[in-house]
């Protein structure tokens, strides 16, 4: 399975902007997939998963402000990411639990 994500960049605090993670594979859609990210000197954490039955989990520090997503017909997971903060930014990786298979990462700068 491989993972490419997109939509990362540089955004104001307070604003908005969607990742998207496509995957190849035919195996995708009964994946859980998940967001996890990395800012520098810490530890990777999750970020988002949700099941291939839709049951959805967030990390209680983007409750509310973000929104994950998935769209089996095309392989794709979204990340909607709504009043970022500058503790947001990071390097943002899909996963797909299911393989164990990481993208290659897309990074978020959140400016204050």
């Known amino acids: 399975v491989q993972l490419v994500e997109s939509g990362g960049g540089l955004v104001q605090a307070g604003g908005s902007l969607r990742l998207s993670c496509v995957a190849s594979?035919?195996?995708?859609?009964?994946?859980?997939i998940g967001w996890h990210r990395q800012a520098p000197g810490n530890q990777r954490e999750m970020v988002a998963s949700i099941s291939n039955f839709g049951r959805i989990n967030y990390v209680d520090s983007v409750k509310g402000r973000f929104t994950i997503s998935r769209d089996n017909a095309k392989n794709t997971v979204f990340l909607q990411m709504n009043s970022l903060k500058p503790e947001d930014t990071a390097v943002y990786y899909c996963?797909?639990?299911?393989?164990?298979?990481w993208g290659q990462g897309t990074q978020v700068t959140v400016s204050s």
């Open positions: 996963r797909d639990y299911s393989t164990n298979s």
């Open positions: 594979g035919s195996t995708f859609r009964f994946s859980v």
